[in-house]
């Protein structure tokens, strides 16, 4: 643990931090221009070339509108509300390893903040607050329509937490270890995991749609019949803050079912052509980022497609579904991983 | 029952593929990501401009003569045609040496459209009976105050060196439609 050592882990923060800070803001503006394409417009185009000033934009009439807190409301819980949000947001990017490392002058340097043993355990931990920040938002706003957005908030999250985990248990049955580091590690050719978890896979997608309240799940904000949901009273940067963190959770999202289940930074064949390691840790980034960006996508293109669910769909779909199909999920793993002891069973 | 047109309707149940629903949702994505490629229906307003008809009723004009004498003679026709009552004037008198100002001795001092309350149906342009008044293809500018909307002679008449073209609303048949006795207006 030496001083250049901590000085490297703070940039590398810092660059994660900006890094997903830029992409949340980018986001936006290709929520918008992804919207107008899929609906045969096109977008704002205005502000800049292309309109890529856009967001910008967009954050400095955040700054300037009148910041308003209701009288009635919980002041202190009104500010920690969205400053939880953004928190929460922030936090998961920490044991995402974004590469392999660089070595420069014979000292490796890990392209991941820190790579925790229990990786999973903690993205499921912070995972886990970030339904305080809308719950207490929800709450102190003293507002019939804030409070039926953040009790539909937190009733969705926790109930598609559990299917949620219940697919990365599959997943932690297959890989063996609970840190990211090695289970991006091991993806590395074409050894991806949704090869051999496609269910998983399937349930962890739709999980991850409901955790970040993304449409067709995004009951909590439905503007035709909460006003604005957990929101509704909020106003200037701490709305924007709410509506951020939504897209740091994406990009977070993004990030973790890369590295689950699509290899991470790995792309199979890369290594015939390029054999300078540095080389190749740096290409990891950009597919992985390519992913990222894919799943980004994704996202948007299922929000602008699918209609939202009614509240008891959505419960049926999370309890009844889900639940039962990632407990059929794990045991089918445990036949996969046991087959040839069950194989040597039956046939001695 | 009675025209036999009524149908039974049936809320069938749903098949297995029908239910869990990945047909229809990858579907509709594949409708979403052709839309995504589409040509895009959308014009940058001010820059690009949608071609008007060639008989768009916009802003209106009034004509001068060939030698830049106003043509309208304050008749009042147009006002009385007018469905949406905007059209309001005020006749006066030529003085001598005005005759290369106004074609006849009677004129409009004021003339006012108001164009909060035009429709333009063009039916003053059709009660004219000195070619005086025409709709163009113009759009009528924004304004903050209602005020602005009611144009005076200063918007309307052409200026002498700027003639607005409006060949197109002028045809043979127009002229012929508006000698013939057999319409009310054309008495």
Not at chain 1, 288 to 304: G, L, Q, T, V, Y
Not at chain 2, 3 to 15: H, M, P, Y
Not at chain 2, 133 to 158: A, C, H, M
Request: aromatic share 14%; glycine share 6%; proline share 4%.
């Amino acid at each position: 643990m030496t001083v250049s050592y901590l000085i490297y882990k703070l940039i590398l923060v810092l660059i994660v931090f900006v890094i997903s800070l830029f992409v949340a803001m980018y986001s936006t503006y290709a929520e918008r221009k992804v919207a107008a394409f899929m609906q045969d417009r096109l977008g704002p185009n205005r502000a800049g070339p292309f309109g890529i000033l856009q967001p910008l934009a967009d954050g400095i009439k955040m700054f300037m509108k009148e910041e308003i807190i209701p009288n009635v409301s919980n002041k202190f819980l009104f500010i920690l509300g969205p400053s939880l949000s953004m928190l929460t947001a922030c936090m998961t990017s920490v044991v995402i390893p974004w590469g392999t490392q660089l070595t420069i002058n014979g000292k490796p340097y890990p392209l991941q903040i820190t790579d925790v043993n229990i990786g999973i355990l903690y993205l499921f931990g912070v995972v886990s607050i970030g339904v305080y920040g809308i719950m207490i938002g929800g709450w102190a706003s003293n507002n019939k329509y804030s409070l039926l957005g953040a009790l539909r908030a937190s009733s969705q999250m926790i109930s598609y937490e559990v299917a949620m985990g219940l697919a990365i248990i599959a997943l932690v049955m297959m890989t063996g270890t609970l840190s990211l580091k090695e289970i991006a590690a091991q993806q590395n050719g074409w050894r991806w995991n949704v090869f051999y978890q496609p269910l998983g896979f399937l349930i962890f997608l739709i999980c991850a749609f409901a955790e970040t309240n993304r449409a067709p799940f995004d009951l909590p904000e439905c503007e035709t019949e909460l006003v604005g949901g957990y929101h509704t009273e909020y106003s200037s940067m701490k709305l924007g803050f709410y509506l951020f963190a939504e897209y740091i959770n994406m990009f977070i999202s993004s990030a973790i079912i890369s590295t689950f289940y699509f290899g991470g930074y790995n792309m199979p064949c890369l290594g015939r052509f390029v054999h300078d390691p540095n080389m190749l840790a740096t290409l990891g980034v950009v597919f992985m980022f390519a992913k990222i960006f894919f799943f980004i996508f994704f996202f948007m293109w299922i929000r602008w497609t699918l209609p939202r669910f009614r509240y008891d769909q959505l419960m049926n779909l999370g309890w009844k579904i889900l639940i039962p199909l990632s407990l059929i999920n794990i045991v089918l793993t445990g036949v996969f991983i046991l087959r040839q002891d069950i194989i040597h069973y039956f046939i001695k | 029952m009675l025209t036999n047109r009524s149908k039974i309707v049936a809320k069938k149940e749903l098949s297995l593929a029908e239910k869990l629903y990945f047909p229809a949702i990858l579907a509709g994505m594949a409708i979403t990501l052709k839309h995504f490629f589409t040509k895009k229906v959308t014009i940058n307003y001010p820059e690009q401009k949608r071609e008007h008809s060639k008989v768009y009723r916009g802003q209106h004009v009034l004509k001068r003569d060939e030698i830049g004498a106003e043509r309208c003679t304050a008749c009042g026709l147009c006002a009385l045609a007018c469905p949406a009552e905007a059209i309001t004037m005020t006749a006066s008198e030529r003085k001598p040496g005005e005759e290369k100002l106004y074609r006849e001795e009677k004129y409009a001092s004021v003339y006012e459209i108001n164009m909060l309350r035009c429709i333009f149906c063009g039916d003053c342009e059709e009660a004219c009976p000195k070619e005086a008044i025409f709709l163009t293809d113009r759009i009528i500018p924004s304004n903050y105050e209602r005020g602005g909307f009611v144009f005076g002679k200063d918007i309307l008449v052409e200026p002498v060196n700027d003639r607005v073209d409006v060949s197109l609303r002028q045809t043979e048949e127009v002229r012929e439609f508006k000698k013939n006795k057999n319409y009310a207006h054309n008495i």
